[in-house]
């Protein structure tokens, strides 16, 4: 019996000990004129270039200068919220740097998520409850959300374990209110974040392996081609398990496979791959018996576009034949469907 007052006296403790994320969900006020659809048009088209880190910084300067004409810009806020957790996770090293990334992205996505009064309401209501609290967000609010919980959780991870502890159900429930409004958000992205959360969880606090490999299973099902399943199921489940044969199969298929066939999330792709290969060389410091088992083969893939094969020219006199080609349909402005499809805007992602 005194082991398990132990432990909750200590959590307890522990907790106590910690503090809350000091992001508001405030809003502020407007700092300048102009056109905010203007300046949001920069933004996004710098936030296409976020591959290169010089270029997302800009556009989340950008995006900063909308809220200073539109303060609650729910576009602008949401894209810094996610810029500056990409920031952190696919573009910097250092542990302090990325802690001031996500840092940021909390403060953001934070005054996004109070865009909802109701919720910004029962938050600032201490009686109620985080999960209580949380059920006020609706289906507007998933991708800020989604966001400010994946960011405070990785933030949390480089703090003192009471930290951790004390934002651990903030996190938890935004997360599960994302899974009831949208399962599917982001490529099965809260079946992601369960399947690495019930792995780096400790094990006093309810860390799950069978949990999490079931969630991280159910997300590669649902979206075999997002990296980040992969990487999540690698470096989380596998390292703690010493599956190294799981490890490997999931590093190959990323490292083997084109970043460009989700179109709308490349950057993030490329990301994932370079934490891929991080791992692969670290592998014989993660597994013991990495070294009795030979490492997979890596054979960089080629992801160019495939040249599009010309039509047969028409035979001289075939019958049917035209001397001129048939012209192109009404409004396409000779435009191929090919091109088409091409230049459409791919479906937004708001990892």
């Not at 132990?6 to 300048?32: P, R, Y």
């Not at 974040?193 to 299973?217: E, H, K, N, Q, V």
Request: net charge negative; aromatic share 8%; hydrophobic share 40%.
């Amino acid at each position: 019996m005194t082991r398990p007052i132990f432990s909750l006296l200590s959590i307890a403790m522990l907790t106590a000990c910690g503090a809350k994320h000091t992001g508001t969900f405030d809003v502020g006020e407007a700092t300048a004129e102009g056109d905010a659809s203007e300046a949001t048009a920069g933004a996004d088209s710098l936030w296409a270039e976020r591959s290169d880190e010089a270029q997302l910084r800009a556009s989340l300067d950008a995006y900063k200068a909308v809220l200073a004409i539109d303060p609650a810009n729910s576009h602008a806020l949401e894209h810094l919220a996610r810029g500056y957790y990409f920031l952190g996770d696919g573009h910097l090293s250092e542990d302090a740097d990325k802690q001031a990334a996500w840092d940021q992205a909390i403060i953001y996505g934070k005054q996004c998520m109070g865009l909802n009064a109701e919720f910004k309401a029962a938050t600032e209501a201490g009686e109620v409850d985080e999960a209580t609290a949380a059920q006020t967000l609706g289906a507007d609010d998933v991708r800020c959300t989604y966001w400010t919980a994946t960011a405070l959780g990785k933030w949390a991870g480089l703090q003192s374990l009471g930290v951790k502890l004390k934002n651990i159900p903030s996190v938890k429930a935004w997360i599960a209110r994302v899974e009831e409004l949208d399962s599917t958000y982001y490529y099965a992205a809260t079946d992601r974040y369960w399947g690495a959360y019930f792995a780096a969880i400790p094990s006093f606090a309810g860390r799950d392996l069978d949990l999490s490999r079931t969630y991280l299973d159910k997300a590669i099902e649902a979206e075999p081609m997002h990296f980040g399943n992969r990487v999540l199921l690698a470096s989380y489940w596998a390292e703690k398990t010493q599956d190294v044969a799981t490890f490997d199969e999931q590093i190959a298929y990323v490292l083997n496979n084109c970043n460009n066939t989700l179109e709308d999330i490349i950057p993030e792709q490329e990301a994932e791959q370079r934490k891929a290969q991080g791992l692969l060389d670290r592998r014989d410091e993660l597994f013991i018996d990495a070294g009795t088992v030979a490492a997979p083969e890596v054979v960089a893939p080629d992801c160019s576009a495939p040249e599009e094969e010309p039509a047969p020219a028409a035979e001289e006199g075939a019958e049917g034949a035209t001397e001129e080609a048939a012209p192109a349909a009404e409004g396409s402005e000779g435009e191929s469907t090919l091109e088409a499809v091409e230049d459409a805007p791919a479906e937004e992602a708001a990892e």
